[in-house]
Every structure is written in C-alpha cells, then in structure tokens.
C-alpha cells in the first residue's frame, strides 16, 4: 500500500462491499429498565407498552418497548454481531437513518498485534483474548474493511452531525485520505492529537505519546460547541486588561481561551475506579470531552467499536442516547455491565443468537451453575419470597484464546473460590420465553459481587437465572 493508485482501488471496492452486504436480522434479546429501586432491584417491562414499535430493519417484531428506548435518554440500545451489518440494519430505517448526532469510532489500528483483556478473578488475573489486530492481505483489506463501514456511516449521520475517527501514527495518513472521498476534502473539520503520559519509548525515535483523531463533518453547517480551556498568563501574574476576565488558582493567573487540538488526558491507569481490564480501554474523559463538544442532551450517538464501552456509559451519564455494537461476547457483556453499574437502561439485540433455552439435550452449557434456591410464604398468597445462593461456577470448556497460565488459574479457582469466576447474575421472574427481563442484577464492582438475593415473585410462573462468567460467557438456567 504506497500509491494513491492502491487508495483508489481500496475505496471502489469498499464501496461494492457495503453495497453487497446484506443487512442483519436482529433479535431483541433482553431488556434491563433503568434503575429505579434499591440496589440490585430493578423495574420490570411496562404493560402498556406495545409490542412491534420501532425497532432495527429485520428485528424480530416480538420486540417491545423499542420506541420508548429512543425517546428516554437513560435508555440505550447495544448490538452483538458484525457492525457493517448491523449499521446496514439501522440504515435501513428512517428511525436511524441520517438521525445520529455523533458516530465515534475506535476502530484497530493496524498494530499486526494480539490483544488481551486482563481479568480480575479473587486474588488471580487471568487474561483471555479481546482482538486481533492481523490482516491477511495487509494494509489494503484493514482500509477496504475500515472504509466500507464508514460509507454506511455516513448514511447514519445527521446532516448537521460530527463523525470522529480515533487512529494512531500506524494507519491516520491513509484513512484521512479515505475521508476526504467519503465525506469530501470540504468536510474535514479538525485533527485532535489526544496525548498521553503511558506508552513505550525508544532510543531510535522520539517517544510516541500520542493518538490521532479526525474529525469530518456531514455538511457545511454541523452542530459544534467550542469548550474552553485554561491559558496561564506569562509570569503567572495578572494582566488587568479592560474587558479580559482572569482567574487565579494554585499555580497563579489565567484566562479562559477555546480549546485547541492538543488534548492533555491521562490514559486510564491501572487502578483506576473506570478500568474494566478490557484492552485499549479509552478513559471516559475523553469521550466526555468529545460528546460536549458535538452533541446536547438526548442527541443520538454511536459507537460500533464499542469495545469496554466507554462512549456508551459516558453518553449515558450525559443524558444522550447512544446505540453501541460489539462483536465480541466479552465486549458486550462488559459493556452491559458498566451500563447496569450506572443504572442505565439498555436493550440488546443480537444477530442470529442462539435460544436462551436450547432444546433438551442439545448441545453443553458453557458452565455449570450451583446455585440454592428457597422459598418462603408472604402475606399475598399469590406471591413468595425466594432466596438465591450461588455458590458459583464449573467451566466445562475453557476458551482456546487462554494461555495456559490463565487456564491453570481458572481451574485453581474452581476449586478455591468458584464464586470468583462470577462477573454478573440476573433473575427474571416473569420469562416470557423470548426475552430476558431481569428484576434483580447484580453486576461485579471493584471487584466485589453479592452472591445471595432475595426477591418477592407470583408463586407460579418461570422463573429464569442467568449468569455471565469473567470470560464473557453466559448460561441460562431454568429454577422452575
């Protein structure tokens, strides 16, 4: 790849690619309602809301409640399948087609490298893989793949809205090429150097400290909010111009100036309160930084790399809707989590998922689940209490991805504290045999997780657990 020969070849057939892609079928696979109760308890689905509302292009109609899901800014849709097809699905729809506000992404970098998350399980970390950032045919399939995804986002943007593409040194030299014949040369609006303390150095080049991210818009006029930044007087003293408003802190004297396109933030640390051990987590700062800049409260935002979910939980933080997609089990479950932690309501859609209750004797759970289950008699006799105990997890099959290592810790761990091995559990008691709607989550936070939970339910009725081990694997088991 080193002629704009090659470049144009890369965007003509990105273009048939996006083109020839078929849209995903999506199904509506649970609902977890905005926080509302005590910790851990959670609303159920609203009655009133009808089924077969808007929902993604191809999504199942058994889908409910998808309308409401737009219009609440603590609500929020997350998506695991392939993003070119599940952004063909939204394009398809007048629901999200040419309706977001913001589209950020994070997309590989084109390191040639393997990618680890590193997870917290009692005193061990075990580490699984996140990605691979390895192309067969080089750097011109990374562009092809990379471009054919921003044709289709460009469907997804709203004609005053932003797109901002975050690269490093590896790879931002072609694909701002690649943007200029997407979006036009006219369209480019700033590049943001994000830059850092972490990272390597070398004795052969100066220290790379620094990421890249471009940022195009749809059209002429886009929605942008200037933030001010901190400029020190020189001396740290006073001016005392007419009209020049100045502020003092610990270091001395200061004016508020825009900001500019250098952005200082620190990357997040290891133990950081933010950090979920998924690999090149991005700190939420900076996605705040970026969702201020571009959008307002309830505003439409996206993200298809989602990763460890970071635009999502700042965008739900903010007040703006967000729809997220991640291929990855462990990156959505991870996301799902952090968003449940914040007490943010999201749906999840998946790309042909597999039953929450596959057939009798079909195929092995990925683990076994022990758990103890009670129940005891309350006033209304058509309801009981029932009390959960779990007492953890038994993989039966670990992931080829880990190295032997983090496989001798997982099965040391079984035997040690099995209930380590946990990262979420949720109980929904009115299953419908569809979707899952829990009315108790638990979801690990600094490293600590509830194992027990009582909850009032309908005497009759199913009543369905399902837990997501630190792997990103999930199981559902049946209680009654």
Same mark, same amino acid.
Request: hydrophobic share 35%; net charge positive.
């Given at each position: 790849m080193?002629?704009?020969?090659?470049?144009?070849q890369v965007e003509g057939r990105a273009r048939a690619q996006a083109r020839l892609t078929k849209a995903a079928r999506l199904t509506l696979t649970e609902e977890v309602r905005a926080a509302e109760g005590p910790a851990g308890i959670y609303p159920g689905?609203? !009655?009133?809301?009808?089924?077969?509302?808007?929902?993604?292009?191809?999504? !199942?109609?058994?889908?409910?409640? =998808?309308?409401?899901?737009?219009?609440? !800014?603590?609500?929020?849709?997350?998506? &695991?399948?392939?993003?070119?097809?599940?952004?063909k699905a939204l394009a398809e729809r007048e629901d999200f087609r040419g309706r977001f &506000?913001?589209?950020?992404?994070?997309?590989?970098?084109?390191?040639k490298s393997t990618y680890e998350a590193a997870l917290r399980a009692g005193?061990?970390?075990?580490?699984?893989?996140a990605y691979r950032d390895r192309?067969?045919?080089?750097?011109?399939?990374?562009?092809? &793949?990379?471009?054919?995804?921003?044709?289709v986002m460009r469907d997804l943007l709203?004609?005053?809205?932003?797109?901002?593409? =975050?690269?490093?040194? =590896?790879?931002?030299?072609?694909?701002?090429?690649?943007l200029d014949e997407v979006f036009g040369a006219n369209r480019f609006v700033n590049e943001i150097i994000w830059t850092y303390k972490s990272g390597g150095s070398s004795k052969n080049h100066f220290a790379r400290k620094h990421d890249n991210i471009l940022v195009y818009a749809k059209s002429a006029k886009y929605k942008f909010h200037p933030l001010k930044e901190k400029s020190y007087n020189r001396g740290l003293?006073?001016?005392?111009?007419?009209g020049v408003e100045e502020f003092e802190d610990e270091l001395g004297w200061y004016t508020l100036v825009n900001m500019k396109d250098v952005w200082q933030i620190d990357m997040v640390g290891r133990t950081s309160a933010e950090r979920t051990g998924y690999a090149t987590q991005k700190p939420e700062k900076l996605l705040e930084r970026i969702l201020l800049c571009a959008t307002d409260e309830g505003d439409l935002c996206g993200d298809f790399f989602c990763g460890s979910g970071t635009l999502p939980a700042a965008a739900a933080r903010l007040g703006r809707r967000f729809c997220a997609c991640d291929l990855e089990p462990l990156a959505v479950e991870g996301t799902l989590g952090r968003l449940i932690r914040q007490g943010a309501g999201v749906q999840v859609y998946r790309e042909s998922p597999l039953p929450i209750l596959p057939e009798e004797g079909k195929g092995l759970p990925a683990f076994d689940i022990s758990v103890q289950l009670t129940e005891q008699a309350v006033r209304d006799p058509e309801q009981v209490l029932v009390s959960l105990a779990l007492e953890g997890v038994r993989e039966r099959r670990l992931a080829r991805e880990m190295d032997p290592k983090s496989k001798a810790r997982v099965e040391k761990l079984e035997k040690k504290d099995p209930g380590a091995l946990i990262y979420a559990w949720s109980l929904d008691d009115r299953f419908d045999g569809e979707v899952f709607r829990p009315r108790m989550v638990q979801v690990r936070?600094?490293?600590?997780l509830p194992l027990t939970g009582s909850l009032v339910v309908p005497r009759s009725g199913a009543l369905l657990l399902k837990v997501v081990d630190i792997l990103g694997r999930t199981v559902y088991k049946r209680l009654r």
């Open positions: 080193s002629t704009l020969k090659e470049l144009t689905p609203k !009655t009133s809301e009808a089924a077969g509302g808007p929902s993604p292009a191809g999504a !199942t109609e058994r889908a409910s409640g =998808h309308a409401a899901a737009l219009r609440d !800014t603590r609500s929020g849709l997350l998506f &695991q399948g392939d993003n070119l097809r599940v952004m &506000q913001l589209l950020y992404l994070d997309p590989p970098f084109f390191t005193d061990e970390t075990v580490r699984k893989l192309w067969k045919r080089g750097m011109y399939e990374y562009l092809r &793949q990379l471009t054919a995804r921003l044709l709203a004609e005053d809205g932003l797109i901002f593409v =975050h690269l490093d040194s =590896h790879a931002a030299h072609y694909v701002r090429v690649l003293k006073p001016y005392r111009f007419k936070r600094n490293g600590d």
